[in-house]
């Protein structure tokens, strides 16, 4: 009976590390020009893009109570049609994750 192989780790494929950066750097330099009152004090920690280049996932942090955080969040995804089209202004891709 031929032996399984140990399952590997996904391979990071150096265009979306490119990818990540250049999307996190695009989204934190707009948060700073976003003037909703419900955001507060809100840390980008980073982005993981699909390898194949679909989807996104936005990770940030907020300081100050629960309450805040869940008005950040509203905040966040009010301004989440900006922020995609400041994204499409910056990243030229084909596709946008």
Do not use: C, I, W
Not at 70 to 90: Q, T
Request: glycine share 4%.
């Amino acid at each position: 009976m031929p032996k399984s192989r140990p399952r590997q780790a996904p391979k990071h494929y150096p265009r979306v590390a490119r990818v990540n950066e250049v999307v996190l750097a695009a989204l934190a330099e707009e948060l700073e020009r976003l003037s909703d009152p419900r955001l507060g004090f809100v840390t980008l920690t980073g982005v993981e893009v699909t390898s194949d280049l679909s989807y996104a996932d936005v990770y940030y942090s907020v300081l100050g109570t629960a309450e805040e955080r869940s008005e950040n969040a509203a905040a966040l995804d009010s301004a989440k049609p900006r922020l995609r089209s400041v994204l499409a202004r910056h990243v030229r891709m084909k596709h946008l994750p």
